[in-house]
């Protein structure tokens, strides 16, 4: 079982906090930081990650809260032993009550909300490493396509700049956050942007001199969409969102490539710059359909995990932004069905 330590400091006159420490449950150990009695540490098991930062979030003020840290834990020796607990210890102090709340939180284990947040929202942000590994990845997707070279289109799958955007925003609906979701709104367009003219120009000066190399069948087999995609993008995406929310990190390269977002967008740039806009539609339908399934499936897989605000004000504006975003992304990918259906 793997483990976190949560590192918490107070301000001075926010209580006892070895005392209030003790009213979290499920800790594996706890010791104290710093000999001023303002900091403390608690070992707990990566599942019960998000129930003891919550609950140490009920236990003081916002203003009390100097700073919490979250660090994984690579090996503990020796080795703990887990405590069974068959009845919750309660205190004199009336908020150990919320503890049995608490725990209904948890779904099944998973690193906290907020390492979740730090590790999605990062590829929300517009940066010049993300316009660099957009322009990259589509000059090697690009290249791969119209060569008929599948380690190079791979290549270009494992980077992947344009899933982190789509899974910023099905986490921003999740957690109600505005801010965001207009982030990740806008490093999607902006990177989708990027990557078609710079496919716009690949397919304009290949479809002047080489117009043969454009009948790859790498390339055109990203031009042809069916059903079976709609599955293997929602199937792609739940696991993408799955091993990430797990901290299964690695796993995410086998789906960067199975979910991949910039080969049909680069092909859908290329044929229409070379004219055949037909095959273009064919490759635009498939990139919106990928899209779709993962922001959708995404969205499913953080409720299913119930990933959602701490305070009941945040959890009710989430609420609402799921409703609507779970609705649209349906309707979407109801519509791309039909339109698939027509084509076939």
Known sequence: ??????????????????????LIDNIVDKWPVGPDGLGYALLVPTQDTQIATDRLQELFLKSQILRIVIQPVE????KPVEKVKTEIQRSEDPASEKIKSAKTTRVFSGISRDELYA??????????????????????AGIGLIENNVAVVIGAMVIAPLLGPNLALALSTALGDLNLMANAVKTMLIGFLVALMLSFLLGLIWGIFWPDELNSPELLARTIVGFDSIALALVSGAAAVLSLASGLSSVLVGVMVAVALLPPGATMGIMLGAGRYDLALGAGLLLAVNIVCVNLSAKLVFLF????????????????????????????????????????
Not at 5 to 22: C, F, S, T, Y
Not at 75 to 78: E, F, S
Not at 313 to 335: R, T
């Open 1 to 22: 079982m793997s483990h976190r330590i949560i590192q918490i400091h107070i301000r001075p006159g926010a209580g006892d906090l070895a005392k209030k420490v003790k």
């Open 305 to 344: 995990k119930g990933v959602q605000p701490r305070t009941w004000y945040e959890k009710k504006k989430a609420k609402n932004a799921m409703i609507f975003y779970i609705i649209f992304w349906v309707m979407s990918l109801g519509l791309l069905g039909y339109a698939i259906f027509l084509r076939t």
């Open 75 to 78: 090996a503990i020796l020796p």
């Open 119 to 140: 590790d999605v929202s990062r590829g929300a942000q517009i940066s010049t490493s993300f316009i660099l590994l957009v322009i990259f990845s589509t000059i090697v």
